[in-house]
DNA sequence: TCTGGGGTCCTAGGACCC
DNA sequence: TCTGGGGTCCTAGGACCC
């Protein structure tokens, strides 16, 4: 039986610049996007005064009450050394980490005698030595350690642990969550399960996975099976290579001339060259977008163009394609809002894709077709061979799964079926 | 007036192939 | 008149996450 924890800072950003400025401490303060647009961190006493996540900061600001908010532009090179801090520590305390987000990693204690004892002492590691306060959820899967962890901050006087490991416990707590608080499921589940008067999580747990299936597609039905207490989302350490890098931004004012969208694009792909640089990668394709303000009355258009560039591309090539591209798709007349570069497709140069489909003789096929449809229903997805599943016709597209982490996961278990 | 900047995965459907 | 079945590759778009 697995046993996952979820550590996650408390109001991060808000956090790290609370430990370097020990006078903001109880005091409200919010972390502002770039441009200072959003909010993207808040205290408890700003969220006390009612600041919204991701709330427009012109907005929140002018709120009655919201007068004595302290608000700081956003630091990322501070957080992100903020964040390894926290790293070392938890791996100072448990056996395996794996970061899942800036301010947030899971921890394996599968096997540990008292998890609960750990995660105390996890929490006061972090707050002595990083100084970023913490909650830590705890579970048998991925899902319940998140949704423990939420439960821990919504009720303040918990000490900042839940432990969710047992059925009882987890009966206890899903009728008190609501559905909405389950990580996987967003405002569109939540209206499709309302739909059905889901309210809560108990209610959710209460409907046949194969009807979650049908609602939510693979996606949801795993989360359904994570919450019964079936790891589907496998722990992995390793940081796996990332797939897609993007430079995009909101314009300060405007954009309705192209000599700018011209300029703002090839500033896009420098940058975007240079995180590739950065990470040693290479790209296979580029994707170059541009919009108007979809919240404005202005007539609307949104544009993009995706094309395959040569992993050797250097960065003088990659703009000029990126502003040809950009030239194809430019409209004039309009009023344009964002615009941005995506690098596709990035692989290590000296990485060789597995070939896991050799092109082998029609009985080895269909006994690799078996294999990965028993692993397929394993991970609740949905089964790889369309006419065995008795599905009307193929959607399935094999290049997206090779390129999928779970996917990959389970290679070697559909290689030794296969054999 | 002012509404972030990143990411991942899944589904659908068209073009094309044998 | 009948109009397959199994596949690849690509684009577009939705949904979700932090």
Same mark, same amino acid.
């Given at each position: 039986m697995t046993v996952f924890a979820l550590v996650d800072g408390n109001s991060f950003y808000c956090s790290c610049e609370r430990a370097f400025d020990p006078t903001l401490r109880n005091k409200p303060l919010v972390v502002l996007s770039n441009n200072d647009g959003c909010v993207i961190a808040r205290t408890q006493e700003a969220k006390d005064r009612g600041v919204k996540m991701a709330e427009p900061w012109h907005?929140?600001?002018?709120?009655?009450?919201?007068?004595?908010?302290?608000?700081?532009?956003?630091?990322?090179?501070?957080?992100?050394?903020?964040?390894?801090?926290?790293?070392?520590?938890?791996?100072?305390?448990?056996?395996?980490?794996?970061?899942y987000s800036i301010d947030e990693m899971f921890l394996d204690l599968t096997g540990i005698p008292d998890p609960v004892a750990l995660a105390h002492r996890v929490r006061a590691a972090a707050r002595r030595i990083a100084k970023i306060p913490t909650c830590v959820g705890i579970g048998p899967t991925?899902?319940?350690?998140?949704?423990?962890?939420?439960?821990?901050?919504?009720?303040? !006087?918990?000490?900042?642990?839940?432990?969710?490991? !047992?059925?009882?416990?987890?009966?206890?707590?899903?009728?008190?969550?609501?559905?909405?608080?389950?990580?996987?499921?967003?405002?569109?589940?939540?209206?499709?399960l309302?739909?059905?008067?889901?309210? !809560?999580?108990?209610?959710?747990?209460?409907?046949?996975?194969?009807?979650?299936?049908?609602?939510?597609?693979?996606?949801?039905?795993?989360?359904?099976?994570?919450?019964?207490?079936?790891?589907?989302?496998?722990?992995?350490?390793?940081? !796996?290579?990332?797939?897609?890098?993007?430079?995009?931004?909101?314009?300060?004012?405007?954009?309705?001339?192209?000599?700018?969208?011209?300029?703002?694009?090839?500033a896009y792909a420098t940058r975007a060259a240079e995180k590739l640089r950065r990470h040693g990668l290479v790209a296979g394709g580029v994707q170059v977008f541009m919009r108007t303000n979809p919240f404005s009355?202005?007539?609307?258009?949104?544009?993009?163009?995706?094309?395959?560039?040569?992993?050797?591309?250097?960065?003088?090539?990659?703009?000029?394609?990126v502003v040809r591209a950009g030239e194809h798709i430019w409209r004039d007349g309009y009023r344009y809002a964002k615009a941005g570069v995506v690098l596709l497709d990035l692989v290590h140069p000296a990485e060789r894709p597995r070939d896991l489909f050799p092109s082998t003789d029609r009985e080895s096929r269909a006994r690799l077709m078996t294999a990965l449809d028993t692993v397929n229903l394993r991970y609740g997805r949905r089964t790889l061979s369309p006419a065995a599943a008795g599905i009307g016709h193929a959607s399935w597209s094999m290049r997206r799964q090779k390129l999928s982490p779970q996917y990959t996961t389970c290679i070697d278990e559909i290689l030794s079926a296969r054999a």
């Open positions: 907005i929140a600001s002018k709120r009655p009450g919201a007068k004595d908010i302290i608000w700081m532009s956003s630091n990322y090179a501070l957080y992100g050394d903020m964040s390894r801090r926290l790293y070392d520590v938890l791996a100072a305390h448990a056996p395996a980490v794996e970061p991925k899902t319940i350690a998140k949704l423990a962890n939420k439960a821990a901050k919504s009720y303040r !006087t918990d000490a900042g642990i839940c432990d969710l490991s !047992t059925e009882a416990a987890r009966a206890a707590t899903y009728a008190a969550m609501e559905i909405g608080d389950v990580w996987g499921l967003g405002p569109a589940a939540v209206a499709k309302a739909r059905l008067g889901v309210a !809560t999580v108990a209610d959710f747990m209460r409907l046949p996975n194969d009807e979650v299936r049908e609602l939510l597609t693979v996606t949801g039905a795993r989360t359904h099976r994570e919450l019964s207490g079936v790891s589907c989302i496998p722990f992995s350490q390793a940081p !796996t290579t990332r797939k897609s890098l993007a430079v995009t931004r909101s314009f300060g004012r405007a954009v309705t001339r192209w000599p700018e969208m011209e300029q703002a694009l090839a009355k202005d007539p609307r258009y949104v544009s993009q163009a995706t094309f395959g560039i040569e992993t050797t591309a250097d960065t003088l090539v990659l703009i000029k394609d």
